[in-house]
């Protein structure tokens, strides 16, 4: 007598890689979501006016900063950077609402490597991150994993 159940575990694997596809696309969420929380709020570098914003009105947060400004301001906006090591300041919100959440999934044999990420298509971003000749490192990458660390583990740990 032979009991065969090999189509029985193919569906119980099939079902189990459904569900680790769809945690890692929920963790590639939390990844953006940590990263639209890292790349907000306010920083302790030096105050600059905005490019392109002269003759506009004065903002609430414009009106704070005019103290540290140190110059007469005849119009436009001020923002205050990002200080070296800090994550970079908001100027434009181009880089803070670029991230998109990508998933990855590999099948070597009955192995399927599932790889949650997220991604940007801002130009400038590695010049953020790692810095350059002028301008010191502003890195984002690690504070954003580290927030989003433990709830990506709770997903990855509720029962199958």
């Given at each position: 007598?032979?009991?065969?159940?090999?189509?029985?575990?193919?569906?119980?694997v099939e079902e189990i890689?459904?569900?680790?596809k769809s945690?890692?696309?929920r963790a590639a969420n939390e990844l953006r979501n940590s990263a639209l929380t890292?790349?907000?709020?306010e920083r302790s570098g030096k105050v600059?006016?905005?490019?392109?914003?002269?003759?506009?009105?004065?903002?609430?947060?414009?009106k704070n900063l005019l103290k540290d400004y140190g110059h007469k301001l005849r119009g436009g906006q001020l923002y205050r950077a990002s200080a070296p090591g800090?994550?970079?300041?908001?100027?434009?919100?181009?880089?803070?609402?670029?991230?998109?959440?990508?998933?990855?999934s590999e099948r070597i044999g009955k192995t399927v490597t599932i790889k949650p990420a997220i991604t940007t298509n801002v130009k400038y971003a590695p010049y953020l991150?790692?810095?350059?000749?002028?301008?010191?490192?502003?890195?984002?990458?690690?504070?954003?994993?580290?927030?989003?660390?433990?709830?990506?583990?709770?997903?990855?740990?509720?029962?199958?």
């Open positions: 007598m032979k009991i065969d159940l090999e189509g029985t575990v193919n569906e119980i890689t459904y569900q680790a945690r890692a696309f890292v790349l907000r709020g600059y006016k905005k490019p392109g914003t002269y003759g506009s009105r004065m903002t609430k947060q414009t800090e994550p970079p300041a908001n100027r434009s919100g181009n880089l803070r609402l670029s991230w998109r959440p990508q998933t990855a991150e790692e810095g350059t000749d002028r301008m010191a490192p502003r890195p984002f990458e690690d504070p954003i994993i580290e927030r989003a660390m433990p709830r990506i583990r709770r997903i990855f740990k509720e029962p199958y």
